[in-house]
């Protein structure tokens, strides 16, 4: 299983996962705190940030 998940990849599995890094580099201190944080089922699509709709990084939330 890999631990780092991109903007279109499919959640491996129900859960929590948080924001990992922009897939093109750009200024993170623009994302806000509470779209760091996402909830998905098994299947669902990574979203990109919701502010500037670029495409993220995400991992699964300890």
């Known amino acids: 299983m890999a631990d ?3 903007t279109g ?6 859960g929590t996962y948080e924001f990992d ?5 750009g200024n993170e201190n623009e994302v806000t ?6 909830e998905l089922s098994s299947g669902d699509q ?3 940030i919701r502010s500037n709709k670029e495409a993220a990084y995400w ?3 300890k």
């Open 4 to 6: 780092r998940y991109k």
């Open 46 to 48: 990574f979203p990109p």
């Open 33 to 38: 705190s509470d779209e760091k944080h996402i």
């Open 59 to 61: 991992k699964k939330a």
């Open 9 to 14: 990849e499919k959640a491996p599995e129900n």
């Open 21 to 25: 890094g922009l897939v093109n580099e």
